[in-house]
């Protein structure tokens, strides 16, 4: 029996024999042809991106999986999301974690994974271990600006849902951040660059 857990623009996710099955969704508005190509294309590159991530932090495990396929039959993580949690936590524990977030997202990065959508939704905290889940958005990428983008993002995030802690939490994942990863300093120095390039754009419009 199947059980819609979630559902966003490009995927649905059902809870099914209790594993979860992430299927991506047929676009109208594309060539049949086209669509199948897309889809398929897509849902490589985020099992790809699950293996490679795999090696490096808690991810969801991949059961089933095939190259001619739309769907991703993975691991059930039953935990709370780090965005339910986050602003009721002692503030060591806080901070404590949003270091770890940082490390986390370090790790990603030296190995070129973009996670593309780093929201504090798509964090699950499970006995105690951090799992990165929806690497939907994500790819691969050697570029200091993709990754800068993608704390940029993270920041939002926080900014957003937790504005009580954003500071004190950001600061903590950027020292997470900057004590593990290997071209830190060139992805902080363009996060500043791209923070300022978002202040304008805000301004402008």
């Not at 991106?49 to 769907?71: G, H, M, Q, W, Y």
């Not at 949003?98 to 499970?126: M, P, Q, Y």
């Not at 926080?158 to 020292?175: I, M, Q, R, T, W």
Request: aromatic share 10%; charged share 35%; net charge positive.
């Amino acid at each position: 029996m199947k059980r819609v857990i979630g559902r966003g623009a490009e995927a649905i996710l059902y809870l099914e024999d209790g594993k979860v099955v992430k299927e991506r969704v047929k676009k109208g508005y594309r060539h049949p042809e086209i669509d199948s190509r897309i889809r398929k294309f897509c849902t490589r590159r985020e099992n790809k991106l699950l293996f490679s991530a795999s090696s490096l932090i808690n991810v969801p495990k991949v059961f089933e999986f095939s190259d001619s396929d739309t769907r991703i039959v993975m691991e059930f993580v039953k935990g709370e999301t780090v965005r339910d949690v986050l602003d009721g936590m002692p503030k060591s524990k806080r901070l404590d974690l949003c270091r770890e977030l940082g490390k986390s997202v370090a790790l990603l990065h030296d190995a070129n994974i973009i996670h593309g959508d780093l929201t504090t939704s798509n964090f699950i905290i499970k006995e105690d271990k951090i799992f990165f889940i929806d690497f939907g958005l994500g790819f691969f990428s050697n570029k200091v600006e993709d990754k800068a983008v993608d704390l940029h993002l993270l920041r939002q995030a926080l900014e957003s849902k937790h504005y009580v802690h954003f500071g004190e939490c950001f600061d903590a994942f950027l020292e997470g951040y900057r004590d593990t990863g290997l071209n830190a300093k060139a992805v902080l120095d363009r996060f500043i660059v791209v923070e300022r390039r978002g202040r304008y754009k805000r301004k402008g419009s």
